[in-house]
């Protein structure tokens, strides 16, 4: 296996290297970065010198009842991240981001990479770097987004925000003088044993995520992943994505005791602006091996996606704000958490989720959104008992 991935590496570098003798045509698009992601951040083209830093903030409110059931209005400090970047030289970056969630609950290191730019066809990049899983994983500052609460599929089967420990390969090739096609490709420590048995839920792939993956992988053997994504000539993206590795523990002192369990989630994502109206959407799915005897309750497959619309319902001047917008926005989630059927009884196993969320959101400016928006969650156990859920969430976001 191992024969063969460093054969596979090798090919794949022999092709881009023939890629980068290529003199590629003038474009607004002419970056290996991924659009919309780290190195777009509004901070880094304020300050002039090598050192930017900057950040976002978002904070709501919460009013949530469930089954008639009210657990009364209340306020959130959700979110404080910081970022640091530094252009060490004309070819060589570092970037970083440090994530306050919940006041101080939750401080965590989100990214911390060095890019080293030979070529915008191959680029190296290493640290703690945001898996290429999706497009929402890789660029989900709350500030670009018109709703708060974040998609289901890429929290609940794609555990965003996922950050892990690797090394590998970004660029961007230009099939045509108006096609950009860009791919991340990297090795990464992985998820781990809290994928199975790290809830009383049964499995959630969130539960992975590990403090002890950036200081060395569980079981000595990374994972594998990466995304390619199409900017046609039409406008827009359409991405696809894959994780894949094994996430147990199947060793001890050199000695295996366990088989060996893989984790692959393959994911699709495509957004598309067309005049006031804007779409953007992701899907997922996931495969998970896990012990026989742990079958049905432990899924062993979960999918998921959401299609989100938005529609600018003006774009002024408004309250002296130059650059006012107004956006009407949708959002419908589903997700299936153990996705199959008790061999039993032949009936459908529940665990899923199914959301409707309409909003609006007010930019003063396009660096900030102020949010109202009202959610509905139809949400079933195992054993298909529904429950209801209402928030009403209103709230701010802005980078700084």
């Keep these: 296996m191992k024969r063969c ?117 191959l680029n190296l990049r290493a640290g703690v770097l945001l898996s290429p899983l999706g497009k929402f994983n890789i660029a989900h500052d709350s500030p670009r987004y018109d709703l708060i609460d974040r998609p289901l599929v890429s929290t609940e089967v794609i555990p965003a925000t996922l950050s892990e420990v690797g090394v590998g390969f970004f660029g961007a090739l230009f099939p045509t003088v108006y096609d950009r096609v860009s791919y991340e490709l990297y090795l990464v420590n992985g998820l781990s044993d809290g994928v199975v048995g790290g809830s009383g839920e049964g499995t959630r792939i969130p539960m992975g995520k590990s403090e002890e993956a950036f200081a060395e992988d569980n079981n000595g053997s990374p994972a594998f992943t990466g995304r390619v994504a199409l900017n046609p000539r039409f406008g827009g993206e359409i991405g696809l994505s894959f994780h894949t590795g094994f996430y147990n523990s199947y060793k001890f002192e050199g000695e295996q005791i366990d088989d060996k369990r893989r984790l692959t989630i393959l994911a699709l994502d495509g957004e598309y602006r067309w005049r006031r109206l804007k779409f953007r959407g992701e899907a997922a799915l996931a495969k998970i091996d896990v012990p026989e005897s742990l079958s049905e309750m432990f899924a062993d497959q979960q999918k998921g996606f959401y299609g989100e619309l938005g529609y600018t319902l003006l774009r002024r001047p408004l309250f002296n704000f130059q650059d006012a917008s107004l956006t009407l926005v949708s959002r419908y989630d589903y997700i299936d958490l153990n996705d199959g059927e008790f061999t039993s009884t032949g009936q459908n196993i529940g665990d899923s989720v199914r959301r409707l969320t309409v909003g609006l959101s007010f930019r003063p400016t396009a660096e900030t959104s102020i949010r109202l928006s009202y959610a509905r969650n139809w949400q079933r156990d195992v054993f298909n008992n529904l429950a209801h859920t209402m928030n009403i969430q209103f709230g701010a976001a802005t980078y700084f």
Excluded at 56 to 81: C, H, I, K, Q, T
Excluded at 82 to 106: C, Q
């Design 5 to 121: 991935l460093i054969t596979v590496l090798i090919l794949f570098t022999q092709v881009i290297l023939a890629f980068s003798q290529i003199d590629y045509p003038d474009s607004l698009q002419k970056t290996p970065n991924v659009i919309g992601g780290i190195y777009d951040r509004p901070y880094i083209f304020r300050l002039g010198g090598q050192i930017a830093i900057g950040g976002y903030a978002e904070m709501n409110s919460n009013f949530v009842r469930e089954d008639g059931v009210e657990e009364g209005l209340s306020f959130e400090a959700r979110r404080f991240n910081i970022f640091i970047y530094s252009a060490i030289s004309d070819r060589v970056k570092l970037t970083s981001e440090l994530e306050f969630e919940h006041g101080t609950e939750e401080i965590a290191l989100e990214t911390a990479i060095v890019d080293v730019q030979f070529h915008i066809a």
